[in-house]
């Protein structure tokens, strides 16, 4: 970085990574404006950055489609500010190579940016990054597990599963998700920031709901399970497809009428790489998806569905029996 801070913005993910993610970042950078954002709409966002010293970017993927343009703006920023992008998603072939480009797949954002702003961090702040690895299924790395025996691990969990259920049940209030950066930031548990056990007790009473019609309704084909219009979390409801449709491969549908469009949660439990087909598969009915090997999401239109479901199941059938063959 060039020198001493002055403003700073920060664009990060809605998920519990980014908030985390985010919030770590505004712990290095106290005064810093955070927003959050999107693949699709950070390269609009960015627009925003003018006159900021620094422009940081936590946990959010590098879109196919955007990619070029991305890389002229943020080339273009990066002449007069000090540009970090911290990111762990796949990335698209054609992607770019900068100084200012943090990217490991095998960790999650939160983990990369504490280290990536450890020398201005607290100690301390390594639980919100472990806070963020719970909540992205990345709790497994190395670090990660060597940070988690500084505390007592079921606290650790169970501050996180807190937080991660409230943001779910916040959904799209960013508001809210804003409020949660400063007291994150400060290392405040958050089972004491407000309204989140509320939120969070709320969060469990509709998923178990939820559990219970996805039980009734999901769908098994050869090789994935899936669920339409489950009124609840996507990616739950897509964990719970796989479960009880008995298939490694569960989706969950949301029906967007004012898109006209379906909106697609996915979670492999052990197999095919999902990131990798829905990039091949999704284009060929008009739609777009990816994400990371075992969790990722697309949007699809509602004419194309039928078909787009039927030759998802049958990629996946063809990957799964490469696999047995190797």
């Not at 702003?117 to 990054?129: G, K, N, Y």
């Not at 937080?163 to 049940?169: D, K, T």
Request: proline share 4%; glycine share 6%.
């Amino acid at each position: 970085m060039k020198g001493k801070s002055k403003k700073t913005i920060i664009f990060t993910h809605g998920d519990s990574d980014g908030i985390c993610s985010g919030s770590i970042a505004k712990s290095a950078y106290p005064d810093a404006d955070v927003f959050f954002t999107s693949p699709v709409s950070l390269s609009r966002r960015l627009d925003m950055a003018k006159g900021y010293d620094n422009v940081i970017i936590c946990d959010i993927a590098v879109d196919e489609r955007e990619c070029f343009t991305l890389y002229q703006k943020l080339d273009a920023i990066a002449t007069t500010s000090d540009v970090v992008y911290i990111d762990h998603h796949p990335l698209p072939k054609q992607c770019w190579d900068a100084p200012w480009f943090h990217h490991n797949l095998d960790v999650c954002a939160a983990e990369l940016t504490y280290k990536v702003f450890e020398s201005r961090l607290s100690r301390d702040i390594r639980r919100v990054a472990i806070y963020g690895a719970i909540g992205d299924y990345c709790d497994h790395t190395p670090d990660v597990k060597k940070w988690t025996k500084d505390w007592d691990k079921r606290s650790l969990y169970y501050q996180a599963g807190t937080l991660i259920q409230a943001i779910q049940y916040a959904g799209r209030n960013y508001d809210f998700k804003r409020s949660l950066l400063v007291p994150l930031s400060k290392d405040k548990i958050p089972s004491e920031i407000a309204k989140l056990p509320k939120y969070a007790r709320a969060a469990s009473r509709l998923e178990e709901e939820l559990r219970i019609r996805v039980k009734a309704t999901v769908q098994s084909l050869s090789s994935l399970a899936y669920v339409i219009d489950p009124d609840g979390f996507l990616g739950k409801s897509a964990i719970y497809a796989a479960s009880y449709g008995r298939r490694n491969i569960g989706v969950a549908a949301e029906h967007r009428e004012n898109k006209g469009a379906y909106d697609l949660s996915l979670r492999s439990r052990n197999g095919a790489d999902i990131n990798r087909i829905l990039r091949e598969v999704a284009p060929m009915y008009g739609g777009s998806g990816g994400g990371h090997s075992v969790a990722a999401g697309a949007r699809i239109p509602e004419e194309s569905f039928e078909s787009f479901i039927l030759e998802l199941d049958r990629r996946i059938e063809m990957e799964d029996k490469k696999a047995a063959e190797a």
